[in-house]
Structures are given as C-alpha cells and as structure tokens.
C-alpha cells in the first residue's frame, strides 16, 4: 500500500515537473526574459474550490516599487488582463520611507467577486510579491507575463497552489 502512495507521488511530481518546464518554456516565448522558478503544488483528483498564483519579483527597477500610480494601475489592469470583476477601486499606501527604510514600498489590494489580489513592494530590496487568489483557475503563464512587463523582474518565483482541495460541491 505504501509502494503504491510512493508510486502515485512520484507520478504527480513527475507532471507537476513537466507543467512547470512547459510553463517557463512558454513564458520564455513571450519575451519574459528573467529566469523562473515555477512550482505547482498537489492538486490531487478533486476539483478545487480556487487556485492562488504568489509571484516573487527579484531585482526589479525602483520605479514600479514605488510608484503609486504605476501599482494603482498594475491592480486595475490584472483585474481586467484576467477577466475577474471588483468589488470595489484597488487601496494602494506607500510606506513611510523614513521611518521603516526597509519596509518602503507599496502595499495594495483589490478585493474581487471572485477572491483577491494583493501587492506588495519593497524599495530598498528590489523585490515585489504578488498574490492572486481566485475561485476559479489562474492561467499562469499570461498573468506572469502579464505582472513581468509591469515590473521587470531578473528573477522571478512563482508558486501555483489548488485552494479548498475537499471543498464540499453543494
């Protein structure tokens, strides 16, 4: 019983692995020059109840990082790149740069019918993380690219997760 678990992981791993090269494969067709990282996680046979796609942006430009407008816009725009629906306008701050140095940036969030997204930015690190979480499927590979254009990340790791793996169908 165990050997076959063991089998029936090795398995998955094995198509979460060919999912995740035919992801960086497709995203390097459209242009996105930074190096992936792209994990899928276990979806087993159920349907989920959503997926989450967290994107990490290294060594991005300071702009985008701290620009307001530039992160207002990026939250209107992937609501409308994905088709989803607001709830209502994005909220978007900028940190006091004096008093936390290493925590300025930005920190946004559009709350959606179908879930949310959130932003955040820190200058100083170069870095932005990118959270997207719907109840319904993500296409990742245009939501990268997508968010890639916005902040021109040299790296980039992203994390595809299925939520509410035995959410009860009513």
């Not at 307001?68 to 990026?74: A, K, L, S, V």
């Not at 993500?138 to 595809?160: C, D, M, N, Q």
Request: proline letters at 8%; one cysteine or more.
């Amino acid at each position: 019983m165990v050997d076959d678990w063991l089998l029936s992981q090795s398995k998955e791993d094995a198509l979460r692995l060919k999912e995740s090269q035919a992801v960086q494969e497709s995203l390097r067709q459209q242009g996105v020059a930074a190096g992936v990282d792209f994990f899928v996680g276990p979806q087993f046979n159920a349907k989920p109840f959503g997926t989450l796609l967290a994107l990490d942006f290294y060594d991005c430009p300071p702009r985008p990082l701290e620009s307001i407008e530039i992160g207002y816009q990026f939250l209107e725009q992937i609501v409308l790149h994905l088709g989803m629906t607001m709830q209502s306008p994005p909220f978007i701050f900028l940190s006091d740069a004096q008093r936390f140095p290493d925590k300025a940036g930005l920190s946004g969030w559009v709350p959606l019918i179908e879930s949310g997204i959130t932003l955040h930015t820190l200058i100083q690190a170069r870095f932005a993380t990118i959270d997207i979480y719907s109840c319904s499927q993500i296409p990742p590979v245009e939501t990268i690219a997508f968010a890639y254009k916005i902040f021109l990340p040299k790296r980039i790791e992203a994390t595809y997760l299925y939520r509410g793996r035995n959410y009860p169908r009513l």
